[in-house]
């Protein structure tokens, strides 16, 4: 598993070297490769090793509690078939949509890699790896949807879904580190026998918060949703391939994975209730007033990750089935869809619904791709998504007593919507007659449509033969989704029921609606009168008032001015260090241990008051520099008075040094210039004067604060036995702290050459 994580990235980065010297025809033998891959990870199917759960474990950095850790299991294996089986199609889809593109060999870059990205966020069995390969899906992401790079507006998509997912991705790393804290491991397989633990832990409810925002930017739930419409920018293969079987089904992979050691809670389930069943009805009724063909399947893709969160709220054993169904069944009929679409649109040149008709006698294959997902779409008899259809309709029957009716009544409205837009999707454009309007026709080889056939047609396959999907993928996924083995039992037709009935009532109903609504321009017009309330807009003006913030943020404490910084550095600190102290510390003064002034102290005190007053008072560079010179020849003598020559010494030479590099450098500047006004040297001298006495307390009461002096002794006793040496403050400096010293003789070292470049700078004044 490990090897096939690798090689999509070596794959990438030799595709990224050696690509433009590739001819167009051998981007289609590419598809050799997500092909393998999907026959090995095939070969698992109906193994035993899938029932317990396939684990592998490599340590990587143990201290952090991370680890390369994959494990494949039913839920797993169906998303890397999905990965790798619709990969194959786009691949070899993308090599003749994008024939004699450019820039063809940096998009294969891009897919491999985004390929390798999502292999590995389902396979992890870390949270934290999960959590990197989670992140590498937004940025290759971002690359596909920005791959138009000449395109302002997809650029700003990219950077929007980029955004989007990037925040959430934030909130659920901090949900996972919550959780490892929690729980005592990131182990994704050792989190279900923490449950219990996990559960009864007052963080609970914030991590599952933290980790729901994370699965919603990214699975496009409301109101993080806007941003998968505005990834239609991106070509069409990306879109057939993100948004049906990878990019916006890893939040859905998410909560599935984690529903046995987080879910059951009512906290859980009915948020996702919540959020879910709002996305699934707000996506699909704005999905039938569309009149662009991926504006279309954006939202009712939006629609159909809403049910599959609803599914998984309602958390009993037939919506565990009908959200393992689903995911398969949508993937099939959505990736079919996009692939008739962009076929559509390399043909024709439009995606305007209203002006789409009659394509049945110019594009037949495509024709037949579209009807055949659309089909399954509706959940027609005989097609996949009939199975998946009844399996909602029994979850939502069988879910809360009190609420099954609203439930079901929610679930049936959304199928009759997208009933509708995948009407309009599938069959819309190849119904009517053909009357040679389109100038521009180009008729479509063979890879831009056998990818989206062979898909419809295994939706009708499934549909007939639902147990071979059930065997093969749906029952171990839903054991994995479940914690435990469930029953199950899909079949064509269970039975004159009520589950039948609201699957008749449904396309009955969904039916006249194609029949009697037709879209158009003033329709969507008139929905686009409610964006200034939408998520997007409401965004884009918190963003605008964000931006306006760090503008004058910006402007006030980071505008270039060292002064300023010094200010800002030297006023926060007073404040929370001043803060502290007096809010904590007894303010005292042992008078007893102050001894009393000597006459030559006396003196160099007030050398260095007057000394102080006069570099602060005058108009001469030269006479403030001679001054802060004179207060630290002062401070010298008081250390020579107290003790410390070492001190003074080094005291000595470094103001000695400080005084003539501040001489040499002051002699090129202009003359003085007072430019300050009076409202800032009163507002200098407040601070300094908060700073200086701020100090001056410290100073106090470390006069009376109890000091230990364990590391004093430490370093007298051992200077000279471990180090050879009686002076302590060497020993300490050289040895003890012999990388301190150097670090900050590299340091001085560098100061000493922007210094020597000052005084070579020979200034002009102008």
């Known amino acids: 598993m490990i090897f096939a994580i690798i090689s999509c990235f070596i794959l990438s980065i030799f595709i990224l070297c050696f690509g433009v010297h590739l001819k167009n025809i051998a981007f289609k033998y590419l598809a ?57 199609f786009i691949f070899l889809y993308a090599s003749s949509y994008l024939k004699g593109h450019e820039f063809i060999n940096r998009f294969y870059t891009y897919l491999t890699m985004f390929m390798g990205s999502m292999l590995g966020l389902v396979l992890s069995d870390n949270l934290l790896t999960l959590f990197i390969f989670w992140e590498l899906t937004s940025i290759t992401s971002f690359f596909l949807i920005g791959f138009d790079n000449n395109n302002e507006e997809a650029r700003k998509s990219a950077l929007l879904s980029l955004g989007i997912t990037g925040l959430g991705g934030f909130f659920l790393l901090t949900g996972i580190i919550g959780l490892g804290v929690v729980a005592e491991t990131y182990s994704i397989h050792e989190l279900i026998a923490q449950k219990k633990l996990i559960l009864n832990n007052p963080l609970y409810i914030y991590i599952v918060i933290l980790i729901f925002i994370g699965a919603f930017t990214k699975s496009a739930q409301f109101p993080f949703h806007f941003w998968l419409p505005s990834a239609m920018k991106a070509p069409t293969p990306v879109s057939a391939y993100l948004h049906s079987a990878t990019m916006v089904k890893a939040g859905i992979y998410l909560i599935a994975r984690l529903s046995p050691s987080l879910g059951g809670t009512d906290i859980w389930n009915i948020t996702l209730i919540v959020v879910g069943g709002f996305t699934m009805l707000y996506a699909a009724f704005h999905s039938i007033f569309k009149t662009d063909l991926k504006g279309i399947l954006a939202y009712s893709t939006i629609a159909s990750l809403g049910m599959m969160v609803f599914l998984l709220g ?41 002006k789409l008709y009659g394509l049945k006698k110019i594009l037949p294959f495509v024709g037949i791709a579209g009807v055949l997902a659309a089909l399954s779409n509706a959940g027609i008899p005989l097609s996949f998504g009939f199975i998946g259809k009844d399996l909602i309709y029994e979850s939502t029957l069988h879910s809360f007593e009190n609420y099954a009716f609203l439930l079901t009544g929610i679930a049936v409205v959304t199928n009759i919507l997208l009933l509708y837009s995948g009407f309009l999707a599938g069959i819309k454009p190849f119904t009517g007659n053909y009357k040679n309007q389109y100038k521009k026709f180009q008729a479509p080889d063979f890879w831009l449509y056998a990818p989206a056939l062979i898909l419809g047609i295994l939706g009708i396959v499934f549909g007939v033969f639902p147990h071979l999907a059930q065997t093969l993928l749906i029952q171990p996924t839903a054991n994995v989704i479940a914690g435990s083995p469930i029953a199950m039992n899909l079949k064509i037709f269970h039975g004159w029921n009520i589950v039948i009935a609201l699957s008749a009532a449904t396309i009955i109903s969904g039916i006249i609606l194609y029949l009697l609504l037709k879209p158009t321009h003033k329709k969507e017009s008139f929905v686009h009168k409610f964006e200034a309330v939408s998520p997007q807009s409401i965004s884009k003006k918190g963003i605008d008032y964000i931006k306006l913030f760090a503008y004058h943020y910006t402007k006030t404490l980071h505008n270039g001015y060292l002064r300023i910084y010094l200010l800002v550095i030297i006023a926060f600190m007073t404040l929370i260090v001043g803060f502290r102290l007096l809010t904590l510390v007894p303010l005292q003064i042992n008078t007893d241990d102050l001894s009393e002034f000597r006459l030559y102290e006396l003196v160099v005190f007030f050398a260095v008051v007057i000394a102080t007053i006069t570099a602060v008072v005058t108009h001469s560079r030269l006479t403030a520099i001679a001054s802060l010179g004179i207060i630290g020849f002062c401070i010298s003598l008081i250390f020579v008075f107290y003790g410390a020559p070492d001190l003074a010494m080094t005291q000595f030479t470094i103001d000695t040094l400080t005084v003539v590099l501040f001489v040499l450098v002051l002699f090129k500047l202009p003359g003085y210039i007072r430019k300050s006004k009076r409202v800032i040297q009163i507002r200098d001298a407040i601070v300094s004067g908060a700073f200086g006495t701020l100090i ?43 990388f301190d010293t150097l670090v900050e003789t590299i340091v001085l070292s560098i100061a000493a050459i922007g210094v020597y470049g000052l005084l070579k700078f020979k200034f002009t004044p102008k």
């Open 32 to 88: 050799v490769f997500p092909f393998s891959l999907f026959l090995f990870f095939a070969s698992f199917i109906s193994s035993k090793v899938v029932d317990d759960g396939f684990l592998i474990k490599q340590e990587w950095i143990p201290s952090l509690g991370v680890s390369l850790d994959f494990q494949l299991d039913g839920l797993s294996l169906l998303f890397t078939l999905l990965i790798t089986g619709i990969g194959t």
């Open 314 to 354: 309602l958390n009993n054993p037939y919506s565990i089935q009908a959200v393992s169904t689903f995911i398969l069944v949508h993937a099939l009929y959505k990736a079919a869809l996009f692939m008739t679409t962009g076929a559509i649109d390399h043909s024709i040149h439009t995606r305007d619904i209203t």
């Open 696 to 738: 001056a307390l410290i100073t106090l009461q470390a006069l009376v604060s109890p000091a230990s002096k364990d590391i004093s002794m430490f370093y007298a006793r051992n200077a000279y036995i471990l180090a050879k040496g009686k002076n302590v403050v060497n020993v300490i400096l050289v040895d003890f702290r012999g």
